[in-house]
């Protein structure tokens, strides 16, 4: 069973430029999960989807922070304009039902740095 | 008060000790509860799930939930120099919605 792709695997852009990071989960797996990890710090929840709608976006910077899962599958997720305290590793992740007694699998995440 | 502590360490055990890793959560309505393993410059990667009170053992691995002191840990037996990573206690609360801890980082010494 194929895991959790994510690509770029790597990023760099200057401050004010956008950047898009492409997650495609394990197939089947019903709930997407975008977290945000700096540098010595655990996992922060950006947004979270079931299928293809929204459950939780509330820590997601909405302002410059964007993402959508469309039919239901991959996800891309968008920042724009970038901010040096966007540099960060973005990693997305899958759980196969939604009732919560489920593991969430990783990608390999994407390491941003923003310059 | 954040949703999910945990002590940030370094824990420092010698090797062959039982490393103790301890997570407390504030959502009581709490369903279910997973330790997470990452490497430096790694991806989480689950080592252990739990759902209900009481302990589960998996090899080396033991897990123990208490949810009315709203308490999780994780045990590690024989600790090994490879068990040296950051340890992430995850709390999957209502709508599914999976929470992280800041990690404990944990360091096996030979």
């Known amino acids: 069973e194929a895991g959790v792709a994510q690509s770029p695997r790597y990023k760099i852009i200057e401050k004010r430029q956008s950047v898009a990071f492409w997650c495609n989960p394990i197939s089947g797996h019903a709930t997407l999960y975008w977290y945000q990890q700096i540098l010595g710090q655990g996992p922060k929840l950006l947004i979270q989807?079931?299928?293809?709608?929204?459950?939780?976006d509330s820590q997601l910077p909405k302002d410059r922070f964007s993402a959508e899962r469309l039919k239901g599958v991959d996800s891309t997720l968008k920042i724009q304009p970038a901010k040096l305290e966007d540099s960060a590793v973005y990693l997305c992740a899958s759980s196969l039902r939604v009732d919560g007694n489920t593991e969430a699998f990783f990608g390999q995440g994407t390491r941003l740095t923003v310059v | 008060q954040k949703e999910v502590e945990q002590n940030s360490g370094p824990l420092s055990v010698p090797e062959g000790a039982i490393a103790s890793l301890n997570c407390t959560y504030s959502d009581r309505g709490s369903q279910s509860f997973f330790w997470y393993r990452q490497y430096s410059g790694k991806s989480p990667e689950l080592i252990m799930f739990?759902?209900?009170?009481g302990d589960k053992e998996d090899g080396r691995f033991t897990a123990q939930l208490n949810k009315a002191s709203q308490y999780v840990s994780l045990l590690i037996r024989d600790s090994q120099p490879s068990d040296s990573a950051t340890y992430l206690c995850a709390v999957n609360g209502g709508g599914n919605k999976l929470v992280f801890g800041a990690g404990t980082i944990l360091r096996v010494k030979s």
């Open positions: 739990i759902y209900s009170n």
């Open positions: 989807f079931q299928n293809n709608g929204v459950v939780d």
